[in-house]
């Protein structure tokens, strides 16, 4: 199958188990944000970030491609997308965002000691898991209309995003602290 489907030119787009919504809708911003964050890590990983940094973009990405997926699927299609075995976001990936992120400011001394300036650090890296925190945040708010409209029933989703803007956060000031170790 050819990736121009042209199904798209109506402004409509396909959700999960063939639901049609126009592409301007509250979820498509979502996911799609999501998408974009998701992308914005891709970037991160390539850009020469700390191998520890990308092990844990990794575990993020593949937790973001769940998230796309259910926030792509109509509450009442969530038990076809239960039943064909879709994973979702659980309480365990917001705890284990948790325990990533308490166990990088004890392990480094990672503390919020006032707002940080994006790129004032001098590295690609942290500038970019800036941007990345950023465009999470944007992705919460996305998700939270969603909850908002009643169209959105799991809260782990919106738990998930805001647990991730924080170790985004860590990870910044991590790989910023790690450039100014001496070799």
């Given amino acids: 199958m050819s990736i121009i489907t042209k ?39 390539a850009s020469g970030v700390l191998p520890e940094t990308v092990e844990k973009i990794d575990g993020v990405q593949e937790r973001l491609v769940r998230l796309m997926g259910e926030l792509a699927t109509l509450e009442e299609d969530l038990p076809k997308y239960d039943e064909k075995g879709y994973a979702r976001i659980h309480e365990e990936e917001v705890a284990w965002l948790e325990e ?17 300036r994006p790129g004032k650090e001098a590295t690609l890296g ?8 950023a465009v999470c945040r944007r992705a919460e708010r996305r998700v939270a209309v969603l909850r908002d409209m009643d169209a959105l029933s799991n809260v782990q989703s919106a738990l998930f995003l805001n647990r991730l803007s924080d ?7 991590y790989e910023a602290l790690q450039a100014q170790q001496p070799d």
Avoid at 7 to 35: C, H, I, N, W
């Fill in 7 to 45: 199904r798209g030119d109506d402004g409509q787009t396909d959700l999960m188990f063939g639901k049609r919504s126009p592409k301007s809708a509250p979820r498509l911003e979502a996911y799609g944000t999501v998408d974009e964050l998701n992308s914005l890590l891709g970037v991160v990983r």
């Fill in 126 to 133: 942290s500038a970019q898991l800036d941007l990345a925190r």
């Fill in 167 to 173: 170790l985004l956060w860590i990870l910044a000031r």
């Fill in 100 to 116: 990533l992120s308490h166990a990088m400011e004890k392990e480094c001394d990672i503390r919020f000691r006032g707002w940080a």
